[in-house]
Structures are given as C-alpha cells and as structure tokens.
T-cell receptor
C-alpha cells in the first residue's frame, strides 16, 4: 500500500514569502502530525490533526499553521518566512495518533534565502 | 515535561558486531515508544513500536525492550551490517494527542 506522500520534496523561498506544504497520509489513517527537523534542535512537534480538528500544537509562532481536509490530507503553511525556518519538514500519519504506529513521509526540504 | 535522551550520540563498530542503543525518558506516563531509522536527508522509517504494556518487540535482527518504571528502552541490533549505518531515533508518545517526543538520535556507522 502507498506510504505517506509529501510534496514538494524541495523548496527554495525568499525571506518574507509564504509557503504551503502538503501531506497525503496512508489510506485509512485519520491522524496527521507535522514536525520540523533542524541540526541544532532535532525533531520538534508542530501540530497534529485528527478528523479535520487540530488536537495539539507545539511551541511555534503563529506564522506556522495547518489544516486537514475531509480526505485526511493535510497542508502546512508558513507565512513571512525567516532564515531560521530552513529545515526538513516531516509529516507522520497514523490510524489514531495515540496508540498506533506512526509512519513518516520523505519530508520537504525548505531553504529560505 | 517529558524529555528523551539517547546515548551514545555516535557509535562506530566493525561489521558483525552486536550492539545496543539506549534511550531514556523522564515521564513514565506514555502510550508507547517507537524506534526509527533515518538515512541522511531522508524521512524516518519505523522499526519497532512497543506499547506501554509490553516489555519487548522483535523484528528480524532487531529487538527493542521497554522498562517503563525506570524510563528506559534499548534497541539491540544483532550481527550488524554496513547497511545498518544510519541515525537511530527513539520517540515516546506522551499521551498529549498525537505528539511524539524524540531523542537526539544515535548516529551508527558499521565498518566493513
């Protein structure tokens, strides 16, 4: 069965622009979580959506937002990009977000110049 | 606040050696613990999931144990191969709605 698909794989944006990343979970999975990975901070939780509702949010500024659609696909948006937003953004899907195994996509590498 | 620590940060071993990676966490109130592998520039590949009620899980040459009361997990890799070279991450599900808290990882290098 198809895994978690993230698009695009690579992005280069200019400071001040905004960006939207997409994540298609494994069929049947209702939970999608987003993480930011940087060399200095490691993997940090951004937010989690379950059945179109945000259930949990990490400690990131309001410039980071997300949403989930009725087919469980999720998007993450970052507005007013800063150089420090350069990172690998990973999404994970699971059946319920709590008790079941999380599967990750290949990530989107965002570079802000 | 849940914190996850992995020791060592890096490990280099000759091919064929058995090895153990360590993961510790500060709050025992977890749903489960998951071990992942990450190759450079790639996403995470799930290796093993241990529920809080379980003591260990096995998959091929991998065996993961969980001691919730002491806040420890180990990942045992038998007969290591160069293809096992990667960063290994452990993560706990902290019962806060779909949030995994990760350790910093152990970078493993297996030399032929």
């Amino acid at each position: 069965k198809a895994g978690v698909t993230q698009t695009p794989r690579y992005l280069i944006k200019t400071r001040g622009q905004q960006v939207t990343l997409s994540c298609s979970p494994i069929s049947g999975h209702r939970s999608v979580s987003w993480y930011q990975q940087t060399p200095g901070q490691g993997l940090q939780f951004l937010f989690e959506y379950f059945s179109e509702t945000q259930r949990n949010k990490g400690n990131f500024p309001g410039r980071f937002s997300g949403r989930q659609f009725s087919n469980s696909r999720s998007e993450m948006n970052v507005s007013t990009l800063e150089l420090g937003d350069s990172a690998l953004y990973l999404c994970a899907s699971s059946l319920d977000g709590d008790l079941t195994e999380a599967f990750f996509g290949q990530g989107t590498r965002l570079t802000v110049v | 606040k849940q914190e996850v620590t992995q020791i060592p940060a890096a490990l280099s071993v000759p091919e064929g050696e058995n090895l153990v990676l360590n993961c510790s966490f500060t709050d025992s109130a977890i749903y489960n613990l998951q071990w992942f592998r990450q190759d450079p520039g790639k996403g995470l590949t799930s290796l093993l999931l241990i529920q809080s009620s379980q003591r260990e899980q096995t998959s091929g040459r991998l065996n993961a144990s969980l001691d919730k009361s002491s806040g420890r997990s180990t990942l045992y890799i038998a007969a290591s191969q160069p293809g096992d070279s990667a960063t290994y991450l452990c993560a706990v599900n902290s019962r806060v709605g779909g949030k995994l808290i990760f350790g910093q990882g152990t970078e493993l290098s297996v030399k032929p």
